[in-house]
C-alpha cells in the first residue's frame, strides 16, 4: 500500500483533503481588503492546479497563485502554521528571465567578479567556501508584497501598475553562504572612497536591448557590509535556480530585488549603479509621478504582519490567531491582535524560536469567535519603536506597504 | 532554454557537477574511522541512484545511502553547510511499516486519544490547532547513530547487531504544533499518579503477531512534559507520511524513537509501556546480554558532533572545517577542531541562528592544510559541562555513539 504514488500526497501537502474543494473561494475572500471599495477578484486562480512556468515546475502549484511566469505568489493559506517557508512554496519575483539551467550543473565552478577592493580579482564559489561560513535567516519579501490593498483604495482616475500582490510575495528562509566582509578582507579590504555595495545578476541580456535598461544590478549602502552574505545555500540545501542558485547576493532586511540573484559581479563603488532597475526603478515617489535618482531607494523593509489562521473555512469556538510578525533590519518587539476589524487590540505571544533580527516571528493568541463575521487583524512593533499603521498613503511603485488593514482577514464562521 | 527539466537538476542539488562522478569512493573514505582496524568497506551505495523505497520514492536519492527499506541513511556530503536539513535528505528508521498513504488525506481529520489526564477523550488534529502552537528545532537522531564506530572496534567474537549507522541517521529540523502541556491543561490536568508520558503509533500490527511485540509504544519520564509537542508541520511544511504525518510526538532531546510516528494515542500514565520496544530493545546494556527492564532506557541523547566540510574531493590550502554539534537536551556550550587527529585542538566559532538548546549549532575553524592526509575531528562540550570522549565503550544494542574519533574525516589533499 505504502509504494502507490506518495509523492502526488506529497506534494500537495499545505491542501490535503477536503479543504481543496472549497479553496478557490475561501482565498478569493481571505485575500480581500477588511474595508474599502468593492473590487473585482483578483485573477482568480483555479482551486485545482495553478500552471506553472517549466523553471519552477517542480514547485507545489497547489501553494501558489500565478500571476504571471515571472510573478508568483505564495498562497495565504500555504504558509500554514510554520516557522519558515519550504522552496517549493516560496513566491517568485523576476525582473528577466532566468538564465539557463546549465548554470547550476556546477555550482562551485560559478564565478563572481569582485572589485572595488584593495586586489580586485575573480572568485569561484569554491573559493568562496575557502574563507568563511555563516548562516542567516531572513525574510525575503517583494519590494511590491501587498500592492493590492494600495491599488484597491485608490480614488478614480489614479493607477499604480504592477502585480497586484497581497501577502504572499514573501517567506522567512535560511541563507547560507560566506559573509561579504570576509571575502572583502581577503581582498585586501574596501576601495577607498567606496560608499556603496553594487551587485550584478547573471541574467542574459536579450539581443537588442541596452543592457542597462534590463540588467538586473543593484546597489545598497556600505554599511551593509557587516550583514550581506554571499549564499550558496536555502534551507539547508544548494540554492535552486529559480531563487538565483548558484550564488545569491544576501542583503537581509532589504527588500527582495536588492537580493541580487546569480550574482556575477560584486563592487564596492562610490556611486550608486545607472541601471535603469536602480536608478529608475523601485523610488519612492508618488502616484503618477516618475521614478528618479533623487528619490529614495527602495531598500530596508518596514514593520509589518499578517495572520495565516483561521482563515475560511474554520469553525466558530476557541481558535489560536496566529501569523508572522517581522521588522526588515529590526528585530520584532510585539505584536497586537485584533479579532474586531481593530476597535480593540491584545497582546499576542511570540512563540517558536528567534532566528534572529532579519527573520520573521511567529505569534500566537488564542480567541474564542462565535458564529458569525470577524475581521482578524494584527499590528507589529519594531524594536526602534515603529508600530505598522493602520494605512499607508499610496506611492507610484506601490512599493512597501506595512498598514494593518489591508491584509486584515475576513471570516464568516459557523 | 528554462524550460528543461528544472525538477532532476534541482532534486540531484546536493551532488551537481563534476563532483558526482567520484562520489562512491570519497563517501567510503570520509565514512571510515579515522584509526582502528581495517574493516570492509561498508554494504557500498552505488555513486548513481540509491534505490529509494516507493514511501519515499519523492526523496532525493543522490543524498541517501538505502541500508534497508526501513533504514535509511543521509550522506555526510548531504549536510552541506546549511543549518536544517531539508526534508529530502533526512534519514529514515522505521520499526515497522508505515500506515497506508490514506492516513494522510485529511490530516486535520486524524485523531489521538489523550488518556490520564482528568477528562479523557479522543481529539482530532484539527481540534488542537484550537488549543495552542510553537515550533522547536530539534535534533532528531536515530538512538542507533554512530553504531558503525561500536562494531568496527569490537574484538572477535564480540558482536552488535544492527544498521552501521555513521553520521547519517540524523538531521536538524523546525517541528511545529502544540505543547502537550496545553493539551492536557485543556483536559483538566494529570491524572493523579502519572510519572510517564506514553505515546502510541498509528502503525498496522501485521497479522499473527502479538501487538505488544510489535507496535510503537514509547514512555518517557512525565518532566518532559514541559517541551513535548504533538507537531503537524516539519520544516512548514505538513508532516509526510514517511516522517510521522499527520502528527508525531516530538520528545526534544530524546532519540528518536521517543518521537512517536503517526501518533494514535497519548496518555500519562503511573509506569512505562510494557511494550517490547521499550521493555525488551532501547535499553543500554553490556554487549552480549539482553535487553531487560531494569536497564536505562534509551532517552536523552548526549553531546555530539561530527565535521561535514571539507570532504573528501578538496584541495589543499586554506579550507573552512565546519560541521554541526548537539548536546541532547542541553545547549552546546563550545566546540573544538583538531586537524591532526586529535594531537592538538584549537576552538570553533558557532555560526548561524542559535535555534535553541535541542537544536545543532553549526561550527566552522579555518585552517590551513598542505598536501597529503589529514584527520579532523570535532569535540563538543555542553552547557551541563559534559564533553564528548575519545571513544565510548560499546554497548549491546550499539546505541548513544559519541566518542570524537569514529566520526572523524580522513582526507587526502593534493
Redesign the interface.
Known amino acids: ?7 502526488s ?3 500537495r ?2 491542501l ?4 481543496v474543494a472549497g479553496l478557490g473561494a475561501a482565498q478569493a475572500r481571505a485575500e480581500s481588503p477588511a474595508q474599502g471599495p468593492a473590487t473585482q477578484a483578483p485573477a482568480a486562480p483555479a482551486p485545482d492546479k495553478a500552471k506553472l ?6 514547485k507545489d502549484a497547489d501553494a501558489l497563485i500565478v500571476h504571471s511566469n515571472q510573478t508568483i505568489e505564495t498562497r495565504r493559506s500555504a504558509f ?7 522552496e ?2 516560496l513566491y517568485i519575483r523576476n525582473n528577466v ?6 548554470i ?6 560559478w564565478r563572481v567578479e569582485i572589485a572595488g577592493v584593495a586586489r580586485p580579482g575573480t572568485l569561484t564559489v569554491g573559493d568562496l ?9 531572513t525574510v525575503l519579501q517583494c519590494s511590491g508584497n501587498g500592492r493590492k490593498y494600495f491599488q484597491d483604495r485608490l480614488p478614480p482616475g489614479q493607477k499604480i501598475s504592477g502585480t497586484p500582490w497581497t501577502v504572499g510575495a514573501a517567506g522567512c528562509v ?1 541563507w ?1 553562504g560566506v559573509p561579504l566582509k570576509a571575502v572583502v578582507e581577503a581582498m585586501g579590504g574596501p576601495a577607498s572612497g567606496a560608499r556603496f555595495i553594487t551587485g550584478t545578476g547573471g541574467e542574459e541580456i536579450p539581443p537588442g536591448l541596452k543592457p542597462k535598461d534590463v540588467m538586473v544590478e543593484r546597489s545598497v549602502p556600505l554599511a551593509a557590509l557587516d550583514t550581506v552574505i554571499l549564499a ?2 536555502l ?4 540554492i ?3 531563487h538565483g542558485g548558484p550564488l545569491r547576493m544576501i542583503v537581509p532586511g532589504y527588500s527582495g530585488v536588492n537580493n541580487v540573484k546569480y550574482v556575477k559581479a560584486v563592487s564596492l563603488t562610490e556611486a550608486e549603479t545607472d541601471a535603469k532597475i536602480q536608478a529608475g526603478s523601485y523610488r519612492m515617489h508618488a502616484v503618477g509621478e516618475k521614478a528618479a535618482p533623487s528619490q529614495p531607494p527602495v531598500w530596508e523593509q518596514p514593520v509589518r504582519s499578517w495572520i495565516t ?1 483561521p482563515l475560511e473555512g474554520s469553525r466558530a ?4 490567531v ?1 501569523g508572522v510578525a517581522f521588522g526588515g533590519v529590526n528585530a520584532v518587539a510585539g505584536v497586537e491582535v485584533s479579532v474586531d476589524g481593530g476597535a480593540t487590540w491584545r497582546k499576542a505571544e511570540l ?6 533580527r532579519f ?1 520573521w516571528r ?1 505569534f ?1 493568541l ?1 480567541a474564542d469567535l462565535g458564529p458569525g463575521t470577524h475581521v482578524l487583524a494584527s499590528r507589529a512593533t519594531d524594536s526602534a519603536g515603529n508600530v505598522q499603521p493602520e494605512e499607508v498613503p499610496a506611492n507610484g511603485g506601490g512599493y512597501s506597504h506595512n498598514g494593518w488593514r489591508g491584509p486584515a482577514v475576513t471570516l464568516t464562521l459557523a
Open positions: 500500500m505504502s509504494e502507490t504514488r506518495p509523492e500526497l506529497h506534494r501537502g499545505f490535503a483533503g477536503v479543504a512556468p517549466g523553471y519552477v515546475a517542480w500554514g502554521t510554520g516557522l519558515i517557508t519550504d517549493s512554496a528571465n532566468p538564465p539557463p539551467e546549465s547550476v550543473a556546477d555550482r562551485d565552478g567556501k575557502r574563507l568563511g561560513l555563516t548562516t542567516v535567516a535560511l547560507t550558496w545555500a534551507n539547508g540545501r544548494p535552486s535556480l529559480a489562521a469556538g476557541r481558535v489560536v496566529a512563540v517558536g524560536p528567534d532566528l534572529g527573520a511567529q500566537a488564542p
